[in-house]
């Protein structure tokens, strides 16, 4: 079943509504829906409902609601800081972000981070990199918009941390395991903040600047993992506090 999203709307069981224009065409020409498929459409703030497409041609496509949808967003609030990577990495990083159920995607600019966006083409790469999140969001049926924000320089990173539990993976670290870490109960607050390095990974002194803000330095284990696979470190924090395995509260 196909999800699209109208947001801002609000939704009701028995309300009909157009669909917008990017979603007409991919209904119509993409997917080839037609009067009677279901769906389900969804408002990005959380609510969610079943529906049927009730009509549908080139120029409009309406969807009846029929009956909310059950949850799909986890209770964990998770938050991934991720150092800007090169071209279709960083896409690939924001779709499976949103996959694995991140709430909020942080560019950040560290001291190895390769790519320096030029000026002027930092709020195309943002919206390209929105549209991927709307996309998988759909896809993956979220009933709210994972937030992707503007670039944070290191110092800004840095100002999120204060009083957060916030993870570091980092292959410097030989003592402190993922696995440990995960092993207490959940943040009261359940939120996590997942703070993933550059492909040349972190220096020594961002290292220092993070553990002094209150982050906690793990190790993923004795392979170096690419910057777009580390980002999978979302999954264990999903398995152990969230919606993957048994929340411990």
Request: glycine residues 8%; aromatic residues 4%; charged residues 25%.
């Amino acid at each position: 079943m196909h999800q699209f999203f109208k947001e801002g709307a609000a939704l009701a069981a028995g309300q009909e509504m157009s669909l917008d224009a990017d979603d007409l065409n991919h209904a119509c020409r993409v997917l080839r829906l037609r009067k009677g498929s279901p769906v389900t459409v969804a408002d990005g703030r959380g609510s969610a409902f079943f529906g049927v497409i009730s009509s549908i041609n080139p120029h409009d496509a309406r969807v009846l609601l029929v009956e909310p949808a059950p949850p799909a967003e986890p209770s964990l609030r998770l938050t991934l800081l991720q150092a800007l990577a090169k071209g279709e990495k960083m896409d690939l990083i924001v779709r499976q972000a949103v996959e694995l159920g991140a709430a909020r995607i942080i560019p950040v600019l560290t001291e190895r981070s390769i790519p320096r966006l030029p000026a002027g083409k930092e709020d195309g790469r943002l919206e390209r990199w929105r549209k991927i999140a709307r996309v998988a969001a759909a896809q993956c049926r979220r009933s709210v918009l994972p937030a992707v924000e503007p670039v944070h320089d290191f110092a800004q990173a840095l100002g999120l941390l204060a009083g957060a539990t916030a993870l570091v993976p980092w292959e410097g670290e030989t003592d402190y395991g993922f696995n440990e870490m995960l092993d207490r109960r959940s943040p009261a607050d359940r939120a996590v903040l997942l703070f993933i390095g550059p492909e040349g990974g972190f220096s020594r002194a961002e290292v220092e600047a993070l553990s002094g803000a209150g982050a906690r330095t793990v190790h993923l284990g004795p392979r170096i993992l690419r910057t777009e696979t580390a980002a999978a470190a979302l999954t264990l924090v999903q398995a152990a506090w969230g919606d993957l395995g048994v929340e411990r509260q």
